[in-house]
Each structure stands twice: as structure tokens, then as C-alpha cells.
Nanobody, 120 residues
Framework: QVQLVESGGGLVQPGGSLRLSCAAS????????MGWHRQAPGKQRELVAR???????IYADSVKGRFTISRDNAKNTVYLQMNSLKAEDAAVYYC??????????????WGQGTQVTVSS
């Protein structure tokens, strides 16, 4: 099994920055992707950013140029640097871990979520 521990959420003013972290532990594969989804009240959960084992990244259009995802393989940790935050970025952010057997992803693990509030 895999455990995901998220940190870094909180309250920030519009235009401010936050950095989310997510550390994976347990039965970690050598190849895996990690990412972040978010869900705002009354809305569907959506992908924010993902980074693959080869460090290829994808971003939601709404966060391109403002958010940066990165990973530290030695720590099995993924980060999400969020700059120029807007009110519409407020949501619960969930970390995801997707192990791969080399042929494809074999599972999806989710963190408990961390709240990001953007308000003046």
C-alpha cells in the first residue's frame, strides 16, 4: 500500500503564493507519476497538474504560467508551486500517485486533500 501525506494548504490573499507538498511512502514503484487535482464546492474534481517519471508535465489551461509542478525522486515527493493565486483557485487539492509497471499505470492513489483558500 501507499500513503500520501499532503501539506502546505492554507489561506492566502489574491495574488499571493502557496507551495503544496505531497510525500509518498510505502510500496513505491520505481516508475510513477504524481500530480494534483482539485475540487471546489459544487464543482467536479479536475486535474491541475501531473508530472511523469520522465518529468513530463501537463497542466490545466487555467493554471498554465502560474503553477509549477516538480518532484524530488529521492524523497518520493511532489510539489506544486502556486503563484498569482485567484479566488477561483480556492478548492481542496488532492495529491495523486500513479505507479507504472513499464507498460502502463496500474493503480491510482489519492491523498486526503488539503484546503486552499484565496480571499482578502
Amino acid at each position: 500500500q501507499v500513503q500520501l501525506v499532503e501539506s502546505g494548504g492554507g489561506l492566502v490573499q489574491p495574488g499571493g503564493s502557496l507551495r503544496l507538498s505531497c510525500a509518498a511512502s510505502g510500496s513505491i514503484f520505481s516508475i510513477y507519476a504524481m500530480g494534483w487535482h482539485r475540487q471546489a464546492p459544487g464543482k467536479q474534481r479536475e486535474l491541475v497538474a501531473r508530472i511523469t517519471g520522465g518529468e513530463r508535465t501537463i497542466y490545466a489551461d487555467s493554471v498554465k504560467g502560474r503553477f509549477t509542478i516538480s518532484r524530488d525522486n529521492a524523497k518520493n515527493t511532489v510539489y506544486l508551486q502556486m503563484n498569482s493565486l485567484k479566488a477561483e483557485d480556492a478548492a481542496v487539492y488532492y495529491c495523486t500517485y500513479r505507479p507504472s509497471n513499464g507498460l502502463g499505470y496500474v493503480a491510482d492513489y489519492w491523498g486526503q486533500g488539503t484546503q486552499v483558500t484565496v480571499s482578502s
